[in-house]
Each structure stands twice: as C-alpha cells, then as structure tokens.
C-alpha cells in the first residue's frame, strides 16, 4: 500500500499540470494536434490511477482541451469520479468540467443524483455553493425531479450564499420540471422579501424572468413589486422590476397610470444608461393609452434618445426605441427620418435592419415614393445577398402594407417590381411574382399597364432566366406569363408575346413555370384567334395555329408531369381547332369560351370561414359507400392515366364533338383544382358560363399612351416625376374648391382646412385597388387564430400561482440510498459505480401536538410513531447501499433533520435483529444495545449517520423494527422520547451498478448456468429512455445495450450474483425478462420491479 | 443570458460558459460562427448585433473579446454593464488582469464568473461579496492542499 502511494506520488511530480499543459500547447504551435493527441494519452494513463489528486490534474487538463474543441464526452465517468471526491479542490474542478461538458445527453448524468444531493446537504457552504453552480449548467430534467425538493429546502439555508444560489436555480429547475413551481412558489415569494441584498435580487430575478413569460399569473404580486421599486436603489433589481412592470401593463392598465411618475422620474434621475433606456421602452406603450397621452412627453422622450443613443456605439438601442414609439406615436419619429434613412448607410448590418424595420412604420403617401427610391438605391449599392433579399422583402412588404393603402400609383408599383427582377441571384422572386399577380388581380385599372409589362418580361425572358440554377427570380415569369394569359385582351403584340412563349429556351425553366406557361399560351392563342377572325384575316388565324401545333410539341416531350399532361391535352385540342379552321368553321368563339369569367380574389382563409349550415352535417354520406370502394377510387385515375398517355403515344389526331365537350369539362375540372392556377386565391370562384356570347368578350382597345420602355432602364423614377405632376394638380384643384369653401365659410374653419392640405388623407390614388373587403364570403365568422407555439418551452409555466395547493402536487420527497464506506482509509476514492439511489416514500417519523384528524393522516402514511404526547418533529430519511468491499454488509445511512425550535441530543438508535440481518455492534455490546448517533441536532439542523448491517442471505427483501431515542431539551426543560420505525431492505439494495459490456454480457448468458424468470406490465405511457432511467435510477443496473426499444442490463449484486435484464417495450406495455444465478433473488427483484413499473 | 464567451483578436477561445445545455457539435458551430461575425466587426461599430434569434452584446478589452448572447426582450445595455463588471471582478482578483492570467488560470476565471452569474442570471451585484466568496472557496483549497506535501503523501511524515 505504501509503496503504491509512493509510487502515485512520484508519478505525479512528473505529470504535467495545467500550466505545463497551456505552456506546451503554445510551444508546439507547428504541431499542436500532435501534441495535445500526445497529453490526451497521458491523460488517460492518469486517470486510470486510484490517486484522485492525479485523477482531478487530469480533469483540469481535460476541461481546458475542451474549451479548445477536442471532445471529452468519454471521460463523463471521471469527471463523475472527481465530482465526488471528498475535497473541495477538486470536488470544483469535478463540478466546473460537468458543467462545461454535461448535456441533456450524457447518459451518465444520472449518476450524479446522489452525489449531488449529498453536496447539497454538505455542511461545507462551498460544496454546497459549487454543486448548485455546476447543477445550474447541466440540469435536466429528472435532476430537476429528484432535486427540487432538496433544491426547495435550500432556499431558508441559513446563509445567504446558499440561500441566493438556491433562488436562483429554482428557475432552471421550474423550467425542466414546471410542476415544481407551485409548491416552491410561496417561499419564493418569500425571498422577495429577504433581509441579504442578494438573495432580494435573485428572488426579483426569478420572479420577473418567470413573470414575463406568463404575466397574467403574476398581477398579485403587482403592489409588492411596486413597494420594491421605489424603496430599491440598485439598479440591476430596478431594471428586473421595470421590465416585469412593462409584461404587467398591457393586462392591468390602472397600473400604467400609476407607474407613469415614478419612472419619469426615474428617466430624469438616473445617470445608468440601462435603467434609463429599460425606462423608456416600459414607459412608451403606457402612454399609448389616449388619457395619459401627452405628446409633449414623448417627444422629450424621444429627443432624449435621440441624443443619448445615437453614439455608434448604442445606435442599436436608438433605433430599437424608436421602433417601439413608432407604433405608438408616428408622428414624433418621423421627423428623424432623415437620421433613420442614413442609418441604411451604416456598415452594421444589425443597424441596417432595424432602420429599416423603422421605415416600414414611417412610410405614409407622401413619403412613399421617396423611401422607396431611396431603398431601391441601396439594392443597387447592397453587397451581400442575405442584405439584399433583406432590402427587397421590406420595399414589398412596405408597398404592399395594409392593401396598398399608401400607393398612390401602381404604375410606378408595377415598375419598381419590374426593375427589382433585374437583381441577380435572389430567393425572393416567388415574392415579386405574388406581388405582381396581386396586383394585377386586385387594381383593375393597372391591368393594361401590367399586362404591357409582363410582355416585356416574357420578351426578355432570357435576361432573367438565364441561369436557372440558382436563381429564383425566374418565378417573376410564372406571374409574367399567367398575367399575359389571363388578360390577353389588354395585349397589343399578343403575336409577339405568344411567340416570345413558344421559344425553345423556355423548356430550361422549372416545371411548374414550363406549366403555367402552356395554360396560358392557349389563352392567348384563344384571343388572337378571336381578333384574327374578327378581322376575317383567315390565313393569319391558321398560321398562328400552325406555330402552335409546330412548337407544342417540345412541351410534350417535357419530363415535368403536369406540363407534359397539359401540353399533350392542348396539342389535340389545337389539332382539332386546325381542322376545323381547314373546314372554314369559325372556332374562335367555342376557344375562348373555355377561359370565359371573372376571377375575384378570394382571402386565404375564406373557405375555412363559410359557416357550415344548419342541419348539414359534412361526414354524412351522401351514398352509402361501395363495398370495395378502394378499387373504385383507383380506377379513374388509372383509366385517366391510361389515356393521356395513348394519346400523346399514338396522336390520336380524330376527336369528336363529345370528346372535346368531355375533355372541356376537364380541363375546367384542372383549371379549377389546379393549385397553380390562381396562386392567391386556394379556392377560386371563377364563375364558368356555358353559354357565353360574344358580347361578354372584351374587346381589345389599343391605348398607345402607355409608356414602353427597354427593359434594363430604371423607370420608376418617371413615374415619382409624373406623380407629383398629378399630386400638384389635384392640389391646385383642392386648392380652388377650398378657396370657393373659404369664401363660402368666411374663414370658419380656415385653419382646421390648412392643417389638412398637407396630410395624408388628401393625396388621393390614382388608380384604386378593387376587393379589399368582398373577399370574405357572406356571415364568414371572426377566428380567433392561436398564435401561440406550442413548442415553447416557458408555455408549460403557465400557472396560476393564486390557487391552494393541492396535496397531489407536493414535491417528490426521495428517499436517501447513497452511502461512503464507514470512514474507511481511502473515502477520498469515488464510489461512483454505487452512487445511484431509490427514491421511496420519505419514512417521515412525527411527532406533533394533535389533532384526532392528522393523527389518522400520519397512520395512513405508515408512520411508526404512534401519537403520544408531542413536543417536537423529527424526520429522518435513510438510504440503503451495498458495501463493495464486504459482500454480506450494507451501509444505511440516516439523514436526521430536527423540525422543532428545540435542541435534540442523547439521540440512540437500536434495531432488533433478524435472524438473517444484524446491525453491526462495537465489540463488547450486546445485541440489546443501541448504537449512539454521533451528534446533536440544533433546531433546523439535519445531519447524516451511518449504520452497517450483516446479512446472511441477499435473496430476500427484508424489514427490520427499531427504535430512535432522544432527549428533547428546550426552555422548559428536558424530555426523553422514543420512536418506532421500520427499515426495509429492497433487494435492490442489494445491487451495485456495474458497468459491463455486451462481450462480457453475451458470454454471461451463454454459459448457461443462470435460472430465468419474466414479468409483463401494461399501461406503460412513459417513454422507453424514461423507463430505462427509472430502472437504473431504482434498481441500480446499467444499461448495456440499447437497439430500438429493446435493451439489455446488468447489475451485480454484493456477492457477485450477475443480474441481466432484457427490457422490451411494446404498444403500452413492457416485459421484463431476467437472467440470475440465483432464482428466488431473480423473483423478487423482478417483483420490486413490477411494483416500480407499474406505477409509471 | 444564453452564453458566455471570450476570445481573443486571433480567434481563439479562451472562455466559454453555457447557460443552457447543448451538444458539444452544436456549440462549436455557434462558438466558430459567432467569433467570425464579432471579430470582422470594426472598433466603431456598435456593440450590439442581431444573430440568429439571438442578440449578441460584445464588447473588446484589449486583444480579448467578451461576448455573451442574450434573448430578444433582455436588456443589452445591463448585459454590457455585466460584462465590464466581470472584467472588473477579474481584474480586482488577479491585479490588472491580462490575457495570459485568464489563459493560465482559466478555472480561477470561471470560478470566478460562476459566482457573478449563475443559470444566465445575475447572482450578486456586490462586488465585495463575489470577491469575498471566491477568497474563501481559495482559502479553503489552500488549507485542502497545505497539508500534502510530498513527503507526508509518501507517508513518511
């Protein structure tokens, strides 16, 4: 033994320390992956040594490896190793690795339960300290479970340190375990009130961070907070306070008014920038409400901003500020606009943003046009696409605000869109093109200035598309092509067009695009036929035909499902209209009634708001079901599949008058069903008319006074010129109506007219956008929509705080299993592979002044103690655990916690033995004689003894009576007092988890001498990593393989039985089959088993 | 608060605390990506910046950069102020702090942070107390170690 420290230390003198690790990392600066892989290995030898000074170097080591990205998740175990030494220095550096390295996903975290929750009750307050800190980084949520209660008893420690420590990790704990909230609550709240500054400001901490998720259940603790807030002077608590103030607000608005002085003040006092700022955000939506509105305020607030956060350094804030009063007050941020438009300039992307964030709320008519040209500048100049994009979404999302109410031009609209499909390499065409379709939709009167636009876009095509790959912009020729289409009646060139779609570059475009691109050049087609034959340009109308039937077919042969589908149906259609025209039969008319009607935007949700009416009821059948109506539902579907593909085959060149009327309807059916067909509106209404006449055509009326222009030429800016040309004129006009109003109304209201010329109000549009408000469909109902995310994770502390707590909502109170060998030479070596433990009902002894009523309770809960006379309360918990180095003892230890205000001592425990197990007695005492607890209890103290028990045979569980005495001394004297209890003695108590792996365990079980037994539970809900967990959590085994839902485990017991478990989970279910060398021990550890299981 | 970080000018980490656990992958991405945004940023610039759905305050002392990582609602200017408290704190400990302090006793550096911050939250705002703390969390290292000398560990004392 000697010779083996001897030999441990000086080893260590020639190991490397922290400091020779850090010095030899930057000396290797060449080779430094050579050289850590080299420390790593020396890392392992280390840590394979008993020496846990070694061990801790090695950890220390590790943890700086860590931080420069080499993986340590294999040494979980000896960090769990070094965690649990008995001295503080390395018990630190044990819990500062954890924390570094220790995720939800470190399987071994488990094991760390007891080990933690004996630093917990450490009487050293820095154990305690530094088991909080590292728990506070890796806890999860069975930590959380097993730990709140402890974590709970905490928070009245005596000593502030703890007590802060405590506070604050309650938040971590509420978080992973929520049911824990109610039951801490009330002494959190207490802390609120504590007299140390520090556990003050972590009780505001957690009670502001947890309010602010969830503030509705939190406006009762409204009036302490505010007794806080004025009393306090430390500005990090104040600035908790505030902010929690700012969630309470909006759902108790008396409390607005209440707050308004005392933060003004605040924002005209305080010199700290953060409180001043925390100040303005809360105090801004407060004065939204119109009682309290003083513009004058605002505007101090907001030139007070202006001039505090608009250094560089805090431009960030400013603007963020600004945002916030934005939404309140306009009109007081506008007046910076200037500032907020050179903030676009700023190299901080950040800034950029929220400048931009800002403009979108200060856009009006007036300005609109400005901003924009200001905005579509900075796309040019932008460099990174991620800013451009940013650039592009906000001019469309601040143009298309509230149904375009602030444009008053959509040609100029239509133009900026046009141009913005000139930047290369956005994702957003997609976005452009809703836009375009939206707005071609919407404002009618723009449809011919769209129309001749889109032209221009399908013309110059192969600008756009040319590089397909990566760039999205070519969706701008989805909505080119379906404008085009659909309102061929505003086209002038429709030959130029329709040919510009028939190029053979087009089949380069994506399918869906190559498909809206077919359906609409039919479209097209239908009108020029119709203008041909108007004209009696006989010749032209076939000749179009002929271009159609010579190019189609390139689309035919399109591998895109819906295209080819599309073009093979269309090219018969023509075929047919072909043969017609030879015949000199007018078709014109029969083509384009198949596009004939009106499409009426539809609102997103329209469908989901008809109210369904009464008496319908939708999952009626309407027929009975067919019997095999799964065959029926294939049928026509493969039956249609069957025939397209014979005719594109064989170009069936003869079709009848049925076959075209059939396929109309299908094609109605398509147009109809067809997603793509009317992108904004997912249930079109388009009205079909069978009948149409040629009166319900349009006819096409060429207005030359649209401005064309070369694509590639900025000409947004036009149309700001030309705008303000309008704006003037219809100022002028306003102008002379009101000078006649003047004279009419001699001056009356003269200066209430000359405070609006300039507004908003007066520009009117000069075009206006149709169906705003019929796109709901009749008595559509107001939804509610449920913005919340489900997944959010501070959504399960949404708990009402006010209620009684219920007894089923007390926190898990577990019962102690871990124990260290009786002082044995070598503590300091961890017991880890042991350190797992049993929660059971806390055998609580009691002893109370009574009532008849509680008496019963305590009865109930198998309380020993039965009343007699009471003077004070004693609770002891105990924890079983096998003794490795003995394989006939188990150590109990005992947590003794005095519950009364007076000074237990004299304390004596004795047990009677069984036949089977004995409590191990100093030598000389009989088997009568107690063994005395070596200490005594002041009040609200608890302290840990230890008890060593012999067994003879492991295979059974065991339960031993006993006796505690004690001499209770308060001011009155002292009394002596006994109590009665029970121990039991679980087989698995028994066990010591020991790692094994699946080699050593598949030889285990081949060897054939174990006996085998197995059990089945049903109603399992938890999950089967849970169930694992539980399993080796209660009944200390280790998991050695896992596939699926299916793993395999073992435990040893302390003479050396091998238990493997097979674990398999089904449906609801799980069976349990296990191996043992000895059978009744089998039974009965899988009896304790069932019993666990099947209250999950 | 969702993390801590610092790192130097040359984009090596000297400090890195984790408020809510996560993989040891997702971390280096985070750690990778972050110093490359922060260490790109001129001296002007301001000392907020929005990335991912996070806010990130930094703020440069000397060749290292701190850098913590907050959510939308969190106040960055108290974030800023923590950090120039930690700096404080980490100065008063070791004496007008440099780098290589921090690199050579980077577990005294977290010790240190551990007891300011706790869970992403402040602990104490005293100064005095955080020190105080840490002295005797030392003190009683030291009386852990005083007794081990070589000698005594051979058992020959």
């Known amino acids: 033994m000697a010779l083996k420290m001897v030999k441990g230390s000086i080893d260590r003198m020639f190991d490397k320390n922290l400091q020779d690790l850090v010095r030899g990392i930057r000396n290797h600066k060449e080779d430094e992956a050579k050289y850590i892989s080299q420390c790593i290995d020396e890392i392992k030898q280390e840590l394979k040594q008993d020496n846990i000074a070694v061990k801790a170097n090695a950890v220390c080591k590790l943890t700086y490896l860590q931080m420069l990205g080499y993986d340590i998740s294999w040494a979980a175990f000896n960090i769990i190793e070094v965690m649990s030494a008995s001295k503080f220095t390395f018990k630190r550096i044990g819990y500062l690795a954890a924390s570094q390295c220790f995720h939800e996903g470190t399987d071994v975290i488990m094991l760390t339960t007891n080990q933690i929750r004996k630093d917990l009750s450490s009487p050293n307050q820095y154990d305690t300290g530094v088991a909080l800190t590292g728990l506070s980084c890796f806890v999860t949520p069975d930590l959380a479970r097993d730990l709140a209660n402890d974590i709970m008893t905490l928070m009245s420690h005596t000593k502030p340190y703890i007590r802060k420590k405590a506070v604050l990790i309650m938040y971590k704990v509420f978080l992973k375990y929520p049911e824990s909230l109610r039951p801490a609550f009330p002494r959190l709240k207490e802390k609120l009130e504590d007299p140390d500054p520090g556990v003050q400001s972590a009780a505001v901490n957690v009670i502001c961070e947890l309010a602010r998720r969830n503030p509705k259940n939190y406006l009762s603790l409204a009036p302490l907070f505010f007794k806080l807030m004025t009393s306090s002077t430390n500005n990090w608590v104040l600035i908790k306070i505030i902010k929690l103030f700012g969630a309470l607000t909006p759902l108790e608005p008396r409390l607005g008014k209440k707050l308004i002085e005392p933060l003004t003040n605040l924002i005209h006092s305080t010199s700290a920038m953060s409180l001043l700022y925390e100040c303005v955000n809360t105090v801004i939506p407060i004065l939204k409400s119109p009682v309290l509105a003083r513009n004058n305020t605002v505007f101090l607030y907001v030139e007070k901003l202006y001039f505090v956060f608009f250094p560089p350094t805090v431009k960030y804030l400013g603007l963020l500020a600004m945002s916030k009063i934005l939404k309140t007050h306009p009109k007081s941020v506008q007046s910076h606009k200037d500032l907020i438009l050179q903030c676009l300039d700023d190299k901080d992307e950040s800034i950029r943003l929220r400048a931009l964030d800002l403009l979108y709320g200060m856009v009006s008519k007036k300005n609109l046009m400005e901003i924009v040209k200001k905005l579509m500048i900075h796309v040019d100049k932008a460099e990174g696409t991620t800013y451009r994009d940013e650039l592009l979404t906000k001019i469309i ?269 299908v094609r109605k059916q398509e147009q109809a069903n067809n997603p793509f067909y009317i ?277 059974m569980a065991q339960k031993l009576k006993g006796t505690l005495s004690f001499i209770v001394k308060n001011d009155n004297g002292s009394t002596h007092e006994k109590l009665d209890f029970k121990l039991h003695f679980s087989c698995a108590s028994y066990l010591i988890t020991t790692p094994c792996y699946s080699d050593a365990f598949a030889k285990l079980l081949e060897s054939g001498d174990l006996h085998m037994s197995s059990i089945k539970v049903d109603g399992i809900s938890i999950s089967f990593q849970h169930l694992l967990a539980k399993i080796c959590f209660y009944h200390h085994f280790s998991v050695v393989e896992r596939v699926d839902s299916c793993a395999s485990m073992y435990s040893r017991s302390i003479q050396g039985h091998h238990v493997c478990l097979l674990v398999k989970k089904g449906e609801n279910s799980v069976s349990v089959d296990g191996k043992c060398n000895d059978s009744t021990l089998l039974s009965n550890l899988l009896d304790e088993m069932k019993e666990t299981l099947s209250k999950c | 608060m969702r993390f801590m970080l610092l790192f130097s000018r040359q984009g090596k980490l000297r400090l890195q605390k984790w408020y809510l656990a996560s993989s040891e992958k997702e971390k280096k991405k985070m750690v990778r990506e972050l110093m490359q945004v922060v260490l790109a940023r001129k001296p002007k610039m301001c000392s907020f910046l929005e990335w991912r759905d996070l806010k990130v305050v930094y703020k440069r002392y000397a060749s290292l950069y701190f850098c913590c990582a907050i959510e939308g609602q969190d106040n960055e200017l108290i974030t800023l102020e923590l950090i120039h408290r930690y700096v404080e704190l980490l100065d008063k400990y070791f004496g007008s702090v440099c780098e290589l302090d921090i690199i050579f006793n980077f577990e005294k550096a977290y010790f240190i942070l551990d007891e300011f911050l706790m869970g992403g939250e402040i602990q104490d705002t005293s100064k005095k107390s955080v020190l105080k703390a840490i002295e005797q969390a030392d003190l009683l290292q030291e009386e852990d170690e005083s007794p081990r000398s070589v000698l005594e560990e051979m058992g020959l004392a």
Not at chain 1, 529 to 537: D, H, N, P
Not at chain 1, 803 to 817: G, M
Not at chain 1, 934 to 953: C, D, H, R
């Open chain 1, 397 to 665: 999302d601040i143009c298309s605000q509230s149904n375009y109410q602030y444009i008053t031009n959509f040609e100029w609209y239509i133009s900026i869109l046009v141009e913005l499909t000139r930047l290369e390499g956005t994702r957003h065409g997609h976005l452009i093109a809703a836009q375009m379709l939206d707005v071609a939709i919407r404002v009618k009167a723009i449809r011919k200035f769209a129309v001749s636009q889109m032209a221009m876009l399908l013309d110059n095509a192969h600008l756009i598309a040319s590089n397909t790959q990566r760039n999205g912009i070519c969706e701008v020729l989805y909505a080119a092509a379906w404008i085009c289409g659909e309102f061929s009646d505003h086209l002038e060139e429709s030959n130029q067009t329709l040919e510009a779609m028939l190029r053979p570059k087009v089949t380069t475009l994506p399918g869906h695009i190559q498909a809206v691109y077919v359906q609409n050049m039919v479209k097209l087609y239908a009108s020029i036929l119709q203008q041909k034959e108007q004209a009696g340009e006989k010749e032209a109308a076939q000749e179009i035909t002929q271009l159609m039937i010579d190019r189609l077919p390139q689309f035919v042969q399109s591998a895109d499902l819906e295209v080819q589908e599309r073009a093979s149906c269309i090219l018969q259609l023509i075929k047919y209209i072909q043969k017609l025209q030879i015949k000199e039969v007018p078709v014109a008319e029969e083509v384009i009634a198949l596009f004939a009607g009106e499409l009426n935007p539809v609102a997103p949700k329209a469908q989901k708001k008809v109210p369904v009416p009464e008496g319908l009821d939708l999952d009626a059948w309407i027929n009975e079901p067919p019997s095999d109506s799964e065959s029926e539902d294939e049928k026509p579907r493969t039956i249609f599949h069957d025939e397209e593909q014979r005719h594109s085959r064989h170009r069936q060149p003869e079709i009848d008058e049925e076959e075209l009327a059939r396929r109309r309807e």
């Open chain 1, 679 to 955: 992108k904004s509106s997912p249930s079109p209404q388009k009205q079909y008319q069978d009948t149409p006449g040629v009166e319900h055509i349009p006819v096409v009326q060429i207005d030359l006074s649209v401005p064309l222009k070369v694509p590639g030429m900025p000409m947004s800016d036009q149309y700001v010129k030309l705008e303000e040309e309008r704006r003037h004129k219809q100022k002028l006009e306003k102008d002379k109506k009101k000078k006649k109003q003047k004279k009419e109304k001699k001056g009356k209201h003269r200066r209430h007219n000359s405070l609006h010329t300039e507004s908003d109000e007066d520009i009117a549009p000069a075009q206006h956008v149709d169906i705003i408000t019929e796109e709901m469909p009749e008595n559509a109902l107001p939804s509610d929509e449920d913005d919340k995310d489900p997944n959010d994770p501070y959504k399960a502390l949404d708990i009402d705080l006010d209620k009684p707590l219920a007894d089923s909502e007390k926190l898990p109170v577990q019962r102690h299993r871990n124990a260290e060998n009786l002082k044995s030479p070598d503590t300091e070596a961890p017991l880890v592979g042991k350190k797992s433990k049993k929660p059971k009902k806390k055998e609580k002894k009691h002893k109370e002044k009574e009532r008849e009523k509680e008496k019963k309770k305590e009865r109930e809960k198998k309380v020993t103690e039965e009343g007699k006379k009471v003077v004070c309360v004693l609770s002891a918990t105990y924890d079983i655990q096998g003794n490795l180095q003995n394989d006939s003892q188990v150590t109990v230890s005992v947590i003794f916690e005095n519950k009364s205000t007076s000074f237990l001592k004299s304390m004596e425990l004795n047990v009677l033995d069984s036949l089977n197990a004995k409590m191990l007695r100093p030598e000389g005492s009989s088997v009568h004689d107690g063994i005395p607890v070596p200490f005594q209890l002041p009040p609200g103290i608890s302290n840990e003894a230890q008890f060593v028990f012999t067994l003879q045979s492991i295979v």
